[in-house]
């Protein structure tokens, strides 16, 4: 089965960096012969001007963020539908920053699920608990209840939602899980899934938090990971194109 490989920029680079990085992105993977879907999420300045030099490669772009209203009064936003108009076909919902920096809930999160499934967009769905719920062995019980948000109350096609298992404490911090509670958090996100429709056992699920080069290999031993969702280290076309290449 296909992995799928995701770089998340986050507020990263200038115009020329990012057309350089992603054009290097493309003809490195090309030519290590990644078999792996690809997409890149550039801060959202960027995205229809990268969506032009992805057109006719393998690699896709998404979004970081939308709005979760429709088109309207709402400064600064952007929306789903302008997505769509701009011919991105993944966007991020819930990433840990969106949550605890910008302090999105719960229901605005389950609104941008919804304004992006009108619209046709697929969504990397991001859970994950904080050090704090870690260490009060929190862990299953929050994404239990972040899984919930979405899936209680949405019949969802399966090829529409990614999930993203991205613990709060890992990312950013070059600290990753141990085997142990990787094969734990992933079994129970598959299992919690899997409960509300047979169907969803298709659903594909990610690992993200301090991936590099040098860990992404054993990390996707690990069972039910479908891919890898990559913050820092897909800023450095290099390290970015050796993890596509290694697994
Ligand atoms: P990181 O970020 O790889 O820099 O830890 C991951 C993420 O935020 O998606």
New binding site residues.
Partial sequence: MKKIIAG?WKQNGKHKTSIQLVKNIITGTKKNKCKHEIIIFPPSIYLSSLQSIVNKSDVKIGAQNVSAFNDGAFTGEISSSMLKDTKIQYCLVG??ERRHVFNESPDMLFEKVIRLFENNIKVIYCIGETLEQFKNKKTKSILNAQVKKIFNKLKIKSTNIIIAY?PVW???TGLVPSDKDLIDAFKYIRNTINKFNPAYKSIKILY????SPENANSLMKTPHMDGL?????SLNAKKFIDICSTI
């Avoid at 993200?208 to 991936?211: A, D, N, R």
């Avoid at 969702?229 to 280290?233: H, N, T």
Wanted: aromatic residues 0%; negative net charge; glycine residues 32%.
């Fill in positions: 998340n990433h840990s991205e890992a990312i950013g993200g938090g301090s991936v969702l990559i913050g820092g280290a």
